[in-house]
């Protein structure tokens, strides 16, 4: 990625990506492309910090007059004891994006809010009308996806996990969201499992199937009918099994690329309200 180092060269760095591992982060490329469109003289980099020493960083970048940062795994809680989370993000227990303000250090998560305008976008449909399926809800994407459809008060949710107990907590978080949405947590295994499916309008994947080349397809083909919408949170492979199944069925499908740049561009407005980043964000990652 020399390219992209040399991308903001000689600019200020203001913004950043903090993680660990943090090499194979997409953020650096698609907010630089956005700074570079709307000629801002700034440089977005990747910072790599080590788990206990976000509160160390976060100083540090204000001190250094940074505009902000994006979190990644596995700082995404760790921020939040760090900074004064809004309340959505809160809702989630995890924040993605930081706003070093004059008078505080704000936290936000756009991950749960790039997927629901990322399903308008891709399907035309707001995501508060769709009875959603999740599978693999467990995980950090599933969580934040189920939190934006319980703060939307989405009427059914069904929750799908390997091993359901892991979603006993989520499920009591998500209830006191959303007293009145009916949720189901169950694992593969359950013999309701198709009938459940059926009866949703959204199968989202966010479980890691489907990442490498001979994984499976996360649901089988009795679960699908062809007015599903089917996302997966996965971009690479572009198509996973699971959308090729999709695909073969009749359903409409999209991949996890709109939700990765989405929630780039809620967070680019987060530090510079009023720009639309999202053509200039899309434009950079397709291209590769
Ligand atoms: P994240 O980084 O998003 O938190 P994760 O903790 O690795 O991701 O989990 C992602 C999801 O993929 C989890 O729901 C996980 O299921 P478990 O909670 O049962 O571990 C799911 N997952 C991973 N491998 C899986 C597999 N082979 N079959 C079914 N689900 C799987």
Redesign the pocket.
């Known amino acids: 990625s020399r390219e992209l180092l040399d991308a903001g060269a000689g600019k200020p760095a203001k913004l950043a990506v903090i993680g660990h591992p943090i090499a194979h982060s997409a953020s650096p490329k698609m907010h630089q492309a956005a700074l570079d469109a709307f000629g801002m003289d700034l440089r977005y980099i990747r910072l790599d910090i080590e788990p206990g020493q976000v509160g160390e960083a976060f100083s540090r970048m204000r001190a250094l007059g940074f505009i902000g940062c994006n979190v990644t ?1 596995p700082h995404k809680l760790e921020a939040m004891e760090n900074c004064e989370v809004h309340p959505d993000a809160m809702a989630l227990g995890a924040v993605n994006t930081i706003r070093f303000d004059q008078d505080a250090t704000r936290g936000f998560n756009t991950d749960g809010p790039g997927f629901e305008q990322a399903v308008r976008n891709e399907f035309e449909v707001e995501l508060s009308s769709l009875a959603t399926a999740i ?9 934040a996806i189920a939190t934006q459809a319980c703060l939307r008060g989405i009427a059914r949710l069904l929750l799908v ?3 359901a107990e ?1 979603l006993g907590p989520l499920v009591e978080r998500l209830r006191l969201i959303s007293p009145r949405t009916e949720i189901t947590a169950i694992s ?1 295994g359950d013999p309701q499992l198709a009938g459940h499916c059926l009866g949703s309008d959204l199968i989202v994947n ?4 489907g990442l490498k080349a001979d ?1 499976p397809s ?1 649901l089988p083909v009795n679960c699908l009918r062809k007015d599903h919408l089917v996302y997966d949170t996965i971009y690479q492979p572009a198509v996973t099994p699971l959308l090729a199944l999709a695909n073969a069925a009749g359903c409409r499908t999209t991949n996890g690329l709109s939700m990765l740049i989405n929630q780039g561009a809620l967070a680019f407005q987060h530090w510079f309200p009023g720009t639309e980043p999202l053509p200039h964000m899309t434009r950079a990652l397709r291209a590769e």
């Open positions: 795994v599978f693999g809800a467990g995980g950090g994407a599933g969580q996990n390997r091993t892991k593969f966010t479980s890691s199937v994984d996360i």
